[in-house]
């Protein structure tokens, strides 16, 4: 039986939740990241986790080589989003269920906000993500033309989970009904790729 692929261009909106490590957030000892992938109304849709080396995550926090697989039904894989080790830049890798590339994030150095290029399998760019200085939550994606196609914005999480966890909900927005399957899993990795970079240490303070 061939890999099972969930639709993403019928879903204008996903809610992606991390679950919540309180026994990291006590003894700063950090475990693989764990997400849920929901629909607008609170269906389970898909489950993603992290596959990083324990001593890796210690000793090189956000900084450290993952992959983040993102499965169907327990089994069938229908994203793996890779990260190398890097200093300034991160660059994540997508691929599908069938292993085929579909692009990639790049972090963009920049003195203005944080943002990324999402990048075709050939380097073409398809969209920028930015995140501004005064909306520090909110990732406009921007075609190249300009306009603005999806959001990723991060949800208040309650008192303990932003205190004392680096647990983050992010909801995931499309504006375009005709945004192809391909943009639509790069937006989705874009969540993992903004979590990762700019929200995870905040459970360490």
């Given at each position: 039986r061939g890999p099972v692929i969930v639709d993403l261009t019928q879903h204008q909106e996903l809610i992606v939740s991390q679950q919540a490590e309180y026994l990291e957030a006590f003894t700063g000892f950090e475990t693989a990241n764990r997400y849920n992938i929901l629909t607008a109304d609170g269906r389970h849709l898909l489950y993603a986790f992290e596959e990083s080396g324990a001593i890796s995550r210690q000793l090189l926090g956000t900084h450290r080589p993952l992959s983040i697989h993102v499965v169907e039904d327990g089994s069938h894989n229908v994203l793996t989003a890779q990260r190398g080790f890097f200093w300034f830049k991160s660059h994540m890798h997508v691929r599908d269920g069938s292993d085929r590339p579909l692009g990639s994030l790049r972090r963009r150095l920049?003195?203005?906000?944080?943002?990324?290029?999402?990048?075709?399998?050939?380097?073409?760019?398809?969209?920028e993500v930015r995140g501004r200085m005064l909306r520090p939550n909110t990732f406009m994606v921007h075609e190249p033309g300009g306009e603005e196609v999806a959001r990723v914005t991060k949800q208040w999480g309650g008192i303990m989970?932003?205190?004392?966890?680096?647990?983050?909900?992010?909801?995931?927005?499309?504006?375009?009904?005709?945004?192809?399957?391909?943009?639509?899993?790069?937006?989705?990795?874009?969540?993992?790729?903004?979590?990762?970079?700019?929200?995870?240490?905040?459970?360490r303070r």
């Open positions: 920049t003195f203005l906000g944080r943002r990324f290029s999402l990048e075709g399998p050939d380097g073409r760019l398809i969209a989970r932003e205190a004392f966890t680096d647990a983050d909900t992010f909801r995931v927005q499309f504006h375009k009904e005709s945004l192809d399957q391909q943009f639509r899993m790069l937006t989705l990795a874009a969540a993992f790729a903004i979590d990762l970079d700019f929200f995870e240490s905040k459970g």
